[in-house]
């Protein structure tokens, strides 16, 4: 069984693997040791030159004391109190390298160094006796005997030479820190062998393992691939040709049976897959007519509200400016009144055209409005609109006017809906009036463009203009400028849109240009652009309501 070689190899692998881990622990823990030992030795012989240094700087003081020079008690006592912790440090590490154990040669070192200590420790309770007891030389005294018998203290204790004893123990440590070092090279290098062997051992043996369950299992895996390629091409009526009692042949005839019934599954998935797909088509079909027909109904909705609320609004604030400007003041003739009345009736008429406009963009877009196109002349137009609006600007505290065409000049004539036209004019000259400033100017005029065909109608205002960066949306809906909202807050954004629609049924555009800086504001100026009618052999009479007459 693949299973049972297989666990085995593993598990012997596994020891393999764990006897090197152990040898490894041991290894580390002798080189430990060792390094420690060696550290030890080293803080040893740090001890020693500190001390040797301390003595050499307290033998300063002691010559400085006998010679009157001012020697600062303090600094005494600080050199003695680093003297004793300094021996009190010698004498604990002495402790932990006894601790710690070694060889024969370990020990002897060990009662030297022990030796030394406790003679360090003497001599320094003795030296501190001489020095507390130091005085300055008397007049005339012999300082050379002094010196000596100063160098007799620091020299010597207890018949030893101080001095050859502290180099000693330091010749003697730096050869245990070098000692030590060396063992646990030693100890490193013999590790990194035992590592090397181990895992060449580990790899001759998995190399081994290897090769030996790849030729057991190339056969029982080759098969099992093309059983499962089989599957994964659809070819479910594929068998896997493996017999017996091992792992490969109990999957070779679980994945047989799972074929099989795959085969039968598939059948009748076909067929349900097929109904569903049928049925989902049919369904996603009514259902993306009905979103559609919603999504249109929703947006015709929602632009019908806009336009409604911005093209009456329009011809209702002409009506009442008309009307208060008419009511203002002292009795006024009745012709005036009848001319007001009939300004009245004249946008009451437009207002009723509007709202059916706005009844049929309902069903339609604003592109499909029915135009009752005939040649027309600009100029009484244009002036027929410009009374209109003079009640609203006057209302606005706005002086509107027509700037005189040139006197050679013949009236420009466009084929166009009057009614149309109107609107657009409307939109502009209340665009115009709103956004100046009160005491401003708007200006109208007509004009012909021959060398391009083309009849031109601007509306001129120096009021709050438009931002360059803004120039560009002015025709989009619901699109308003950062000072048109500050002007007005209750605009829609509807107007230019819905005028530049307008203009371009008619085979035309509007151009919008701000920015230069005016005596009451900065200039903005609309400009309606029509074709122009090529000459006719009969002039047109310049009628009320613009229409040419024959």
């Known amino acids: 069984m693949f299973r049972r070689r297989l666990t085995l190899s593993l598990c012997f692998l596994a020891g393999v693997a764990i006897v090197q881990g152990i040898g490894a622990v041991l290894a580390i823990g002798i080189a430990r040791d060792q390094v420690e030992r060696g550290r030890v030795a080293s803080d040893i012989r740090t001890g020693f030159v500190e001390l040797s240094a301390s003595k050499q700087r307290l033998r300063t003081w002691v010559a400085q004391r006998q010679q009157g020079a001012g020697a600062d008690p303090m600094v005494r006592e600080a050199l003695q109190q680093d003297m004793r912790d300094i021996l009190?440090?010698?004498?604990?590490?002495?402790?932990?390298?006894?601790?710690?154990?070694?060889?024969?040669?370990?020990?002897?070192d060990q009662a030297r160094?022990?030796?030394?200590?406790?003679?360090?420790?003497?001599?320094?309770?003795?030296?501190?006796?001489?020095?507390?007891?130091?005085?300055?030389?008397a007049p005339g005294a012999d300082a050379l005997q002094a010196w000596q018998a100063l160098s007799a203290v620091f020299d010597r204790s207890q018949g030893r030479?101080?001095?050859?004893?502290?180099?000693?123990?330091?010749?003697?440590?730096?050869?245990?820190?070098?000692?030590?070092?060396?063992?646990?090279?030693?100890?490193?290098?013999?590790?990194?062998?035992?590592?090397?062997?181990?895992?060449?051992?580990?790899?001759?043996?998995?190399?081994?393992?290897?090769?030996?369950?790849?030729?057991?299992?190339?056969?029982?895996?080759?098969?099992?691939?093309?059983?499962?390629?089989?599957?994964?091409?659809?070819?479910?009526?594929?068998?896997?040709?493996?017999?017996?009692?091992?792992?490969?042949?109990?999957?070779?005839?679980?994945?047989?049976?799972?074929a099989a019934e795959l085969e039968q599954h598939r059948a009748r998935e076909a067929q349900a897959r097929h109904r569903l797909e049928e049925e989902v088509a049919l369904r996603t079909a009514e259902l993306q007519q009905a979103l559609d027909a919603l999504q249109g109904a929703d947006a015709r909705r929602r632009r019908l509200f806009a336009d409604i609320s911005h093209e009456l609004r329009t011809p209702t604030t002409a009506i009442?400016?008309?009307?208060?400007?008419?009511?203002?003041?002292?009795?006024?003739?009745?012709?005036?009144?009848?001319?007001?009345?009939?300004?009245?009736?004249?946008?009451?008429?437009?207002?009723?055209?509007?709202?059916?406009?706005?009844?049929?963009?309902?069903?339609?877009?604003?592109?499909?409005?029915?135009?009752?196109?005939?040649?027309?002349?600009?100029?009484?137009?244009?002036?027929?609109?410009?009374?209109?609006?003079?009640?609203?600007?006057?209302?606005?505290?706005?002086?509107?006017?027509?700037?005189?065409?040139?006197?050679?000049?013949?009236?420009?004539?466009?084929?166009?809906?009057?009614?149309?036209?109107?609107?657009?004019?409307?939109?502009?000259?209340?665009?115009?009036v709103r956004y100046s400033h009160a005491g401003g100017r708007v200006a109208v005029s007509v004009s012909a463009i021959p060398e391009v065909r083309e009849c031109r109608v601007r509306v001129r205002d120096e009021g709050i203009g438009i931002d360059p960066d803004e120039l560009v949306q002015v025709f989009d809906r619901h699109f308003r400028g950062r000072a048109a909202r500050r002007q007005r807050p209750e605009g829609?954004?509807?107007?230019?849109?819905?005028?530049?629609?307008?203009?371009?049924?008619?085979?035309?555009?509007?151009?919008?240009?701000?920015?230069?800086?005016?005596?009451?504001?900065?200039?903005?100026?609309?400009?309606?652009?029509?074709?122009?009618?090529?000459?006719?052999?009969d002039h047109l009479s310049r009628s009320p309501n613009g229409r040419a007459a024959a």
């Open 320 to 432: 009442r400016g008309e009307a208060e400007v008419t009511l203002r003041g002292a009795d006024r003739p009745a012709d005036e009144y009848k001319a007001a009345l009939r300004r009245i009736v004249d946008t009451s008429t437009q207002l009723g055209h509007v709202i059916n406009d706005l009844l049929a963009m309902a069903r339609t877009d604003m592109e499909s409005l029915a135009l009752a196109r005939e040649p027309l002349a600009l100029e009484p137009l244009v002036s027929d609109v410009v009374g209109q609006a003079s009640a609203m600007a006057d209302a606005q505290g706005v002086v509107l006017y027509i700037e005189p065409p040139s006197a050679a000049a013949e009236s420009p004539r466009v084929s166009g809906d009057a009614q149309r036209l109107r609107q657009i004019l409307l939109i502009l000259l209340d665009n115009a």
């Open 113 to 137: 160094r022990r030796d030394a200590v406790s003679v360090l420790v003497r001599s320094v309770a003795e030296l501190e006796q001489a020095v507390d007891a130091a005085e300055p030389l």
């Open 88 to 108: 009190a440090r010698l004498d604990g590490l002495s402790v932990r390298a006894a601790q710690q154990g070694g060889g024969a040669e370990t020990q002897a």
């Open 161 to 258: 030479d101080l001095r050859q004893l502290i180099d000693d123990s330091l010749g003697r440590e730096a050869a245990a820190v070098e000692r030590e070092r060396q063992a646990a090279d030693r100890t490193l290098a013999w590790m990194r062998q035992l590592w090397l062997a181990m895992a060449a051992t580990l790899a001759i043996l998995a190399a081994a393992a290897a090769v030996h369950f790849a030729r057991a299992l190339r056969r029982p895996l080759d098969h099992l691939s093309e059983g499962a390629q089989a599957l994964q091409r659809g070819d479910l009526t594929h068998r896997i040709p493996l017999a017996g009692v091992d792992e490969f042949s109990a999957v070779a005839v679980s994945m047989n049976a799972m």
């Open 492 to 537: 829609s954004g509807l107007g230019l849109p819905i005028a530049q629609a307008l203009a371009q049924s008619h085979g035309g555009r509007i151009e919008v240009v701000s920015g230069q800086q005016g005596a009451a504001g900065r200039t903005t100026v609309a400009t309606l652009c029509l074709p122009m009618l090529p000459p006719a052999a």
